[in-house]
């Protein structure tokens, strides 16, 4: 496939990048410009690249051999793996161009940037050439048309014009639509803090939860403290009760009994109870929703609770069979049944008649290095954990003990990672 020499960056965004061998090293997540003196285009100076791990490097330009529709190609050269970061004279034209308000020169219309073209020079330098921007109508619902034009047809563009103005975030928030969580919350740890809020600011509480989860615990207290007390309450209403318990358990006293005061009672009645454990034992690792079911549930019934799609993919490994009441704390614990047992019975079964009596539980107080043992010798992913009653009061998932078991930073700097050739 031939290699383009004009590329608009929301359509770069997400590529896979392969190395010189072929082999699939990451996926493009921005690109990098340098501001020129004047009114002269910019240069965009490299690539911003997200490595498996989820750490984001950078890549010169000049590392680049190919850029197609569907992918971007190295060439042959070693990469610098240490985390990004961006530099004072520089902009991330995905993250920081995009949504920008400027003016259409020759008319003094009000408009939009909706996309960035680069292209290639003679000197194989990349530069800022075109940008796609939408007319502001100032008409309610609707869209004014689009038009290419070039940098110098527009105002607006200076640095300090685009690193401070407030701007949009429908493109972006396009962009970041098919995104996993993790991946959105990647994004925004890179982003400068006012676009960071300005995205927080447009998403609603269900997703922005689903990504304050996966942000470091500095970046989820800073968002928490700007959207004010009354959106951060409804935020840790939609976050998971673990997660929100381990948010607020970082918060001053004060502030912590403000939230919890400010939730639905029914919200936060399941955060305060994880936050009467430490957060290194089980049962402050635990959440107190997990898969509970009667003994007199069919293997068809079980299936249905375990195919929803908003349940944590861990979550629906293990079923749980207790006494009324089924919401935790629940009824006398009677055992559990593993997905792929539920798959291999006839739908019309009760769940009573094939559960696992056997495996061990943990107890709330369990430490952390106990929980990584039961994992490890168990082979599982989910398990439950009981009160002294045996009552079912919560289950820990294997994704939980490992983010306690990494380093404190390790959303941030991702994983060790070999150079590549």
């Not at 006494?323 to 009824?331: E, K, Q, V």
Request: aromatic share 4%; proline share 8%; charged share 25%.
């Amino acid at each position: 496939m031939a290699a383009t020499t004009r590329v608009f960056v929301a359509r770069l965004a997400g590529l896979t990048v392969f190395g010189p061998d072929g082999e699939s090293i990451g996926r493009v997540r921005d690109v990098v410009t340098r501001l020129s003196i004047g009114r002269q285009p910019p240069r965009a100076v490299g690539l911003v690249m997200e490595l498996p791990t989820r750490r984001r490097i950078f890549v010169p330009m000049l590392r680049v051999a190919r850029i197609e529709p569907s992918a971007v190609t190295l060439a042959t050269g070693s990469l610098n793996v240490r985390q990004f970061q961006l530099r004072p004279n520089e902009l991330l034209l995905i993250g920081q161009m995009l949504d920008a308000k400027v003016t259409i020169a020759s008319t003094g219309t009000p408009a939009v940037i909706v996309d960035v073209a680069i292209e290639q020079t003679r000197t194989r330098d990349w530069q800022v050439t075109k940008l796609a921007v939408r007319e502001r109508t100032g008409r309610l619902g609707r869209k004014g048309p689009t038009q290419v034009l070039d940098w110098d047809q527009l105002e607006g563009l200076g640095f300090a014009e685009l690193r401070n103005q407030p701007q949009g975030v429908s493109t972006l928030l396009a962009l970041f639509e098919s995104m996993r969580p993790a991946d959105v919350a990647s994004a925004l740890h890179e982003l400068p803090s006012k676009r960071r809020y300005e995205v927080a600011e447009a998403l609603d509480n269900e997703r922005l939860a689903d990504v304050v989860e996966e942000l470091p615990g500095d970046d989820q207290k800073d968002l928490l403290s700007y959207l004010g007390e009354e959106r951060a309450a409804g935020l840790l209403e939609a976050m998971n009760p673990d997660d929100a318990a381990d948010l607020l358990a970082e918060l001053s006293e004060a502030d912590k009994e403000v939230l919890l005061g400010l939730m639905a009672p029914e919200e936060s009645a399941p955060v305060k109870r994880l936050l009467e454990y430490s957060s290194d034992t089980a049962g402050g690792l635990m959440t107190p929703e997990p898969v509970v079911l009667t003994p007199d549930t069919t293997i068809a019934e079980a299936l249905a609770h375990v195919r929803k799609p908003d349940l944590p993919v861990a979550l629906s490994s293990l079923v749980f069979v207790c006494r009324p009441p089924t919401s935790t704390p629940t009824g006398h614990y009677l055992g559990c049944v593993h997905i792929q047992r539920l798959l291999r019975e006839p739908p019309s079964t009760l769940v009573a008649a094939v559960l696992d009596t056997d495996l061990a539980s943990l107890s709330p107080d369990a430490p952390l290095t106990e929980v990584a043992r039961y994992f490890a010798a168990y082979n599982l992913v989910c398990g439950p954990v009981l009160d002294e009653q045996e009552h079912l009061i919560g289950a820990v998932t294997v994704d939980d003990v490992l983010d306690h078991l990494l380093p404190e930073n390790w959303r941030e700097s991702g994983l060790p990672e070999p150079e590549k050739q």
